[in-house]
C-alpha cells in the first residue's frame, strides 16, 4: 500500500492530506487549507493527486482550516463517498468551513474592487456557501475507540489527540495483497497540560506513524506558570483601571481563556471585572464545547460539578452584534476584550487595537502563534507604529507574550506520545513541521528508540 502526503510535509505546516491508496480502495486522511506564503491562494486552486481520481472516503483528524479546508472543493471534483468525523468535529468543521467560506468571500470582494481599478476581470473564491453545505452532507460520525470500515479492506479507529474539541489520531488498519498493514496518523496533538480536554491517548502498534512535529524542538513554557503570568497582568491592569486586549482564536483559546477566568473568580485570585467575548464565532465555539462535556478531563468536569459557571462569569457579555461590539469602545476601564482574529489579520480585534493601542495604560496580552507577516506579529517584536485600516496607529500600549497556551504538543510530549509506539518497531514520518523543528525531533527519536525518522516531501510516497 501507498501512502502520499499531499500537504503540511517538506517542512510546512499547513495544508495536511494523506492519500492512502491499496489494491481496493482509495482514501484521504485531512484535506486541509494551505494558509500563508505566496502561492498558497495558487495550491489551494490546483487539485492534487487525493483530491482527482476516485476517492472511495475521506477521514478527519480535526476541525481546524489547515486540515479540512479544502474538503469543499472534492464533491465538485466527483466525490460522492462519505467523510468520516468524529461528532464534535462534525459541529466544529460547519462552523469553521462556513467561516471560511464567508471570510474568502469578503477578502475577495476587497481584491476585485482593486483588480477593477487596474482593469483586470474578477476572481472567483475557491469555494461558496453552497459548495460548505454540500460536503457538509457527507459528513459521517465516527465513534471513539471503535473500528469502523471506512472504506473496502479499510477500517479506522480514531482516539483522543488532546488538540481540540473533537480532535483524534487515527489508525487505519489495511487489507492489501493478502497483508495487513496498520498507519497511524497522529493529527495536531494537544499538550497534556491543557485545561479542558481529556489528553491524547497513544496507540499502542502499527507498521508506519505519521507524526506531527509542530514543536519537535521545544517544549512550551509550563501552562501552570503562564496561568500565573496572565493572571498577574489582569491584576495590575484592573489596579489601573486599563483595558486589555486579547487577540484571540475563536476555536479553543477563547475557551481556555474563559475557563481560567472562570477558575480565578470563583477561587478570588481576581476580583470580577467586565469580560466581553467580541466574537460571534467564538461565541457558537463555546455553545459547541458545552454541548460536549463527555469529552472533558476529570479536572474540568469537576470544575463544572463544584459550582455555578454561570455565576463565576456573571460580568461576562456576549457581543454578538457589530452594534455590541463597537459598544465597548464607550466601555471604561477596567475591561478584558477577547476578540478575533488571533494573530489579527482582520475581525474585530482590529476596531478594538485601532482605540486602544495610543494608550499606555492599556495592555495586549498575545496568547497564541502568530505568523511572519500578520499584524500580530508586529506587536510581539515591538514595532512602535502599525497600520490598521490604512491608518498609522502608535504603538504605546504594554504588549505581553504569553507562550504557555499553545494547543500543540511540545517535544516532550510528542515523544510520550510516540513512546507507546516505538516498541512496535514502526517506521516513522515527521510532518507537520518546519525543517528545524522536526530534524531536531527526528534527532531525539534517533537518540532514544534507536529509529530513523523519514522527512517526507510533498507528493513524496511511503510505502507500507
Ligand atoms: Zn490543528
Known amino acids: 500500500m501507498k501512502i502520499t502526503p499531499h500537504g503540511a510535509a517538506g517542512g510546512e505546516v499547513t495544508g495536511s492530506s494523506y492519500l492512502v491508496e491499496t489494491d481496493r480502495a482509495r482514501v484521504l486522511v485531512d484535506c486541509g487549507l494551505f494558509q500563508g506564503g505566496k502561492d498558497a491562494d495558487a495550491r489551494n486552486r490546483t487539485p492534487h493527486g487525493g483530491e482527482t481520481g476516485r476517492l472511495d472516503a475521506a477521514l478527519l483528524t480535526h476541525a481546524h482550516l489547515d486540515h479540512s479546508g479544502r474538503l469543499p472543493l472534492l464533491a465538485p471534483l466527483g466525490f460522492r463517498g462519505p467523510v468520516w468525523a468524529t461528532p464534535a468535529t462534525i459541529e466544529m468543521t460547519s462552523l469553521i468551513l462556513h467561516d471560511a467560506a464567508k471570510i474568502q468571500i469578503g477578502d475577495l470582494e476587497k481584491h476585485n474592487r482593486h483588480r477593477a481599478r487596474e482593469g483586470k476581470p474578477p476572481l472567483e473564491p475557491l469555494y461558496r456557501p453552497q459548495d460548505v453545505e454540500r460536503i457538509l452532507s457527507h459528513l459521517r460520525p465516527a465513534p471513539y475507540h471503535e473500528s469502523v470500515e471506512v472504506a473496502p479492506g479499510i477500517s479506522a479507529e480514531f482516539v483522543e489527540a488532546g488538540h481540540m474539541l473533537g480532535s483524534t489520531s487515527i489508525r487505519l488498519t489495511c487489507r492489501?495483497?493478502?497483508?495487513?498493514?496498520?498507519?497511524?496518523?497522529?493529527?495536531?496533538?494537544?499538550?497534556?497540560?491543557?485545561?479542558?480536554?481529556?489528553?491524547?491517548?497513544?496507540?499502542?502498534?502499527?507498521?508506519?506513524?505519521?507524526?506531527?512535529?509542530?514543536?519537535?524542538?521545544?517544549?512550551?513554557?509550563?501552562?501552570?506558570?503562564?496561568?500565573?503570568?496572565?493572571?498577574?497582568?489582569?491584576?495590575?491592569?484592573?489596579?489601573?483601571?486599563?483595558?486589555?486586549?486579547?487577540?484571540?482564536?475563536?476555536?479553543?483559546?477563547?475557551?481556555?481563556?474563559?475557563?481560567?477566568?472562570?477558575?480565578?473568580?470563583?477561587?478570588?485570585?481576581?476580583?470580577?471585572?467586565?469580560?466581553?467575548?467580541?466574537?460571534?464565532?467564538?461565541?457558537?465555539?463555546?455553545?459547541?464545547?458545552?454541548?460536549?462535556?463527555?469529552?472533558?478531563?476529570?479536572?474540568?468536569?469537576?470544575?463544572?460539578?463544584?459550582?455555578?459557571?454561570?455565576?463565576?462569569?456573571?460580568?461576562?457579555?456576549?457581543?454578538?452584534?457589530?452594534?455590541?461590539?463597537?459598544?465597548?469602545?464607550?466601555?471604561?476601564?477596567?475591561?478584558?476584550?477577547?476578540?478575533?482574529?488571533?494573530m489579527c489579520t482582520g475581525g474585530r480585534i482590529l476596531h478594538h487595537l485601532r482605540h486602544n493601542l495610543g494608550k499606555p495604560e492599556n495592555h495586549v496580552v498575545i496568547v497564541g502563534h502568530q505568523s511572519r507577516e500578520s499584524l500580530g506579529r508586529r506587536l510581539v517584536e515591538g514595532e512602535k507604529a502599525v497600520n490598521?485600516?490604512?491608518?498609522?496607529?502608535?504603538?504605546?500600549?504594554?504588549?505581553?507574550?504569553?507562550?504557555?497556551?499553545?494547543?500543540?504538543?511540545?517535544?516532550?510530549?510528542?515523544?510520550?506520545?510516540?513512546?507507546?509506539?516505538?516498541?512496535?518497531?514502526?517506521?516513522?514520518?515527521?510532518?507537520?513541521?518546519?525543517?528545524?523543528?522536526?530534524?531536531?525531533l527526528a534527532a531525539r527519536i534517533r537518540a532514544r528508540f534507536a529509529l530513523d525518522a523519514a522527512l517526507p516531501e510533498v507528493g513524496e510516497t511511503l510505502e507500507a
Open 176 to 342: 492489501d495483497g493478502g497483508r495487513t498493514r496498520a498507519v497511524v496518523f497522529s493529527g495536531d496533538l494537544g499538550p497534556r497540560t491543557a485545561p479542558i480536554l481529556r489528553d491524547f491517548e497513544p496507540f499502542r502498534a502499527a507498521e508506519l506513524v505519521f507524526l506531527e512535529s509542530t514543536y519537535g524542538d521545544r517544549d512550551h513554557r509550563p501552562f501552570l506558570e503562564t496561568v500565573e503570568q496572565f493572571l498577574a497582568i489582569l491584576r495590575q491592569a484592573v489596579e489601573e483601571k486599563a483595558k486589555i486586549l486579547a487577540p484571540t482564536f475563536a476555536v479553543g483559546r477563547a475557551q481556555v481563556l474563559t475557563l481560567i477566568l472562570a477558575r480565578a473568580f470563583r477561587e478570588g485570585a481576581l476580583a470580577p471585572f467586565p469580560v466581553f467575548l467580541d466574537s460571534p464565532m467564538a461565541i457558537e465555539a463555546s455553545r459547541i464545547y458545552a454541548r460536549h462535556v463527555e469529552l472533558f478531563d476529570d479536572e474540568m468536569l469537576k470544575f463544572l460539578k463544584s459550582g455555578s459557571v454561570e455565576r463565576d462569569l456573571a460580568t461576562l457579555k456576549l457581543s454578538a452584534s457589530a452594534a455590541e461590539s463597537k459598544a465597548i469602545n464607550d466601555v471604561a476601564g477596567p475591561c478584558f476584550i477577547m476578540a478575533g482574529a488571533g
Open 388 to 440: 490598521i485600516f490604512g491608518e498609522k496607529i502608535a504603538v504605546r500600549a504594554q504588549i505581553h507574550t504569553l507562550g504557555g497556551f499553545s494547543a500543540h504538543a511540545g517535544q516532550s510530549d510528542l515523544l510520550a506520545w510516540f513512546e507507546k509506539l516505538a516498541p512496535s518497531n514502526p517506521r516513522v514520518a515527521l510532518t507537520h513541521g518546519e525543517n528545524g523543528p522536526r530534524q531536531a
